[in-house]
């Protein structure tokens, strides 16, 4: 979901070691927590960092990306961050894809995403930090982030903002909120547009099961979700 708080690589690399995937009776996992501490009285509780009934808005994502240019041969698409998966899905159903990488830092994730790469096309795997592969990084139409954690965060955008082509779009996973801003130092403010969703019929209630042992304490509130995206006009820089 991306958070704009900096992390240290050693923080970061903690609260990755504490991820759980939670599982449904039938092992299909519904959501994936970490342990994290309050900075204000040391308690640790278990947050849900992603969960599978955001799939409306992982396949708006899919969608800005896959029908951003008109090009031949196919897309090239880049997703930092696998999660469970579903906006990688997505991309693989909307998309004519030329290359799909994904590059994912948790192990246990990384090993899930090459099992789910088995039937998928141009798909490339890589396990560890984008920002030890950047100058690897090739030129694509779509480019999606949703990293959790990111001790290099602040330095994503310098690092690929030439890397998307003219017509390409580049996107990510915002906290929902009705007022249309991103929560985090991903990009410049200023450079974003927002696409609305409405996601009232979405949002998990009190009660209801992310999985064994993630139970949503509360309502959500939240009713809309901006969806952001900064799109490569032709013949310009961003």
């Not at 030129?139 to 030439?162: C, Q, R, T, V």
Request: net charge negative; hydrophobic share 35%.
């Amino acid at each position: 979901m991306g958070r704009d708080i900096s992390y240290s690589i050693e923080d970061a690399s903690e609260i990755q070691k504490s991820y759980q995937l939670h599982k449904d009776d039938y092992g299909n996992i519904k959501a994936i927590t970490a342990a994290i501490k309050n900075p204000s009285n040391d308690h640790i509780a278990r947050e849900i960092i992603m969960a599978d009934w955001e799939a409306p808005m992982m396949k708006k994502h899919a969608d800005i990306m896959c029908n951003s240019t008109q090009t031949y041969g196919g897309k090239d698409i880049l997703e930092i961050g696998f999660g469970l998966g579903l906006s990688a899905t997505y991309v693989q159903e909307m998309c004519d894809i030329n290359s799909h990488t994904i590059i994912e830092r948790h192990p246990q994730i990384a090993e899930n995403a090459r099992h789910w790469a088995k039937d998928k096309v141009g798909v490339k795997i890589i396990e560890g930090d984008w920002w030890d592969v950047r100058n690897e990084f090739l030129i694509y139409d779509g480019i999606f982030y949703d990293a959790e954690y990111d001790p290099h965060l602040e330095n994503f955008w310098d690092s690929i903002k030439m890397t998307i082509k003219e017509g390409g779009i580049f996107t990510f996973f915002s906290h929902f909120g009705s007022t249309g801003k991103h929560s985090h130092n991903l990009v410049p403010e200023f450079k974003v547009k927002y696409e609305h969703m409405d996601i009232s019929n979405i949002t998990p209630n009190a009660g209801e099961t992310g999985g064994e042992g993630v139970i949503f304490c509360e309502d959500s509130e939240e009713n809309d979700y901006f969806l952001p995206y900064i799109k490569r006009e032709f013949n310009t820089c961003i």
